[in-house]
């Protein structure tokens, strides 16, 4: 069976109650969690950039505070907003990918569509499913594409399961979804800007295009994946198609990760024990600091770039940056990006050397290895990780999402609400 029949059964198939309560509960856990990072980024840069265009854009599709839009301009916003702090969640394999990013465009057509919070919890179950296990098949990084290309297959699958397609109409949704919008790397190399944010923002408006152009009768190519010139053959044609086999189970995102720190997701050890180190030894004693990872981390947050980053988009993807500054200020959160361009930091991000480890990258993605050793003028100084906090083998607590929900919004209230959101409809809660 082609691999887009494999999936569109999947989606038509699944219902609310046949989900396990462990994957109800971690869905929720995982809308508090994108609403806790949205709700901080409405007065970033971005989210004022973009608030321009909601205005010109009408419609009755909720926006996370701001109204309502055009169903496309809302769910590029709800999107901008849970992606840009670099803060929700994350799942690595032979892709990385956010999926949580796909809650922008279900909050978006779910409030336009009145639909229920049942129904939005079994979308992301969806979404989730074919998003990771398209994570699982290929790698688009090193084909020189980007992950959104995946997420956006999965956002069009979710869309579908909320909008009740048939198997037809999945395909036809995921084809208009990922035949005219194949995302280049070129969005995550070197110094970095919005579009970091904005090409997941920019998937979800193209899977939302694409939900409601199908659900009014607009065709498209029967095999987006699997056809002639379809993703597979043109974009990643060591694609492993055996991946789909066998979709009878619905718990994918119980391996994905919450994040505890605001940073790219491997350098999250390397946050946690360069705040241990913090209470070792004093910045002004150290002579070298080497940080060990494995290629990913070393590839994506180590290039020229991340060692100058000028804003908020290079720095949270800049493992010297995060390293210096959480040793050097004993904290990691927000306002820690105001030291960018500090000059005690910057100091010490020059005593800082990275490199690969054989043995770490090929531990990866089954752990996700870090050691850190300082040198000083009074002794040396390591540590190591095998996996952060929030990683799916050491979850993060509800009172540990609590509380960085609380501090990103300052409302317990909207916590406990979104905690039983099974009761509610989509418009309530957005």
Not at 265 to 291: C, F, G, T
Request: include cysteine; aromatic fraction near 8%; proline fraction near 4%.
């Amino acid at each position: 069976m082609p691999v887009e029949e494999e999936i569109a059964s999947f989606v038509t198939d699944l219902r609310f109650s046949d989900l396990d309560e462990r994957v109800i509960n971690e869905v929720k856990r995982r809308i508090i969690d994108s609403f806790g990072v949205a709700i901080a980024s409405l007065n970033s840069p971005p989210s004022d950039a973009f608030s321009g265009m909601l205005k010109l854009n009408h419609g009755e599709a909720r926006v996370i505070g701001n109204g309502s839009s055009s169903p496309e301009a809302a769910s590029f916003y709800n999107t901008l907003l849970i992606r840009y702090l670099d803060f929700n969640d994350t799942y690595l394999s032979r892709e990385p990918l956010h999926p949580s990013d796909m809650l922008g465009c279900l909050l978006s057509v779910g409030s336009l569509m009145r639909a229920d919070c049942k129904s939005l919890i079994t979308s992301m179950v969806a979404g989730y499913e074919v998003s990771m296990r398209l994570c699982d098949s290929a790698s688009l990084r090193k084909h020189g594409f980007d992950h959104v290309n995946f997420l956006q297959i999965g956002m069009a699958a979710a869309l579908s399961k909320m909008l009740n397609f048939n198997e037809k109409q999945v395909v036809n949704a995921i084809s208009i979804a990922t035949v005219p919008h194949i995302a280049l790397r070129e969005s995550r190399v070197g110094g970095l800007s919005m579009w970091k944010a904005g090409a997941a923002a920019n998937s979800s408006r193209n899977a939302t295009f694409a939900a409601l152009a199908t659900m009014n009768g607009f065709t498209a190519p029967p095999a987006p994946i699997s056809g002639k010139f379809g993703m597979k053959n043109t974009v990643i044609p060591d694609m492993d198609m055996t991946v789909f086999r066998n979709m009878d189970r619905a718990d994918a995102i119980m391996r994905s990760y919450i994040k505890k720190y605001p940073v790219e997701y491997h350098a999250q050890s390397a946050v946690e024990i360069a705040l241990r180190l913090h209470s070792k030894v004093k910045p002004a004693e150290i002579s070298r600091i080497e940080v060990e990872t494995y290629e990913a981390g070393k590839s994506i947050l180590a290039d020229e770039e991340k060692w100058h980053p000028e804003n908020r988009e290079t720095a949270d993807h800049s493992l010297p940056f995060v390293v210096a500054a959480a040793i050097a200020s004993g904290n990691f959160w927000l306002d820690t990006y105001r030291l960018i361009g500090d000059g005690k930091v910057s100091e010490l991000m020059k005593k800082i050397e990275v490199r690969e480890r054989r043995d770490f990258t090929e531990a990866y993605p089954s752990t996700l290895p870090t050691r850190i050793v300082v040198h000083s003028s009074e002794g040396i100084y390591q540590e190591e990780m095998e996996v952060p906090e929030g990683h799916s083998r050491l979850p993060l607590s509800d009172e540990a999402l609590r509380r960085k929900f609380v501090l990103l919004t300052g409302d317990g209230g909207l916590f406990e609400k979104l905690r039983s959101c099974e009761k509610l409809k989509v418009d309530q809660i957005v």
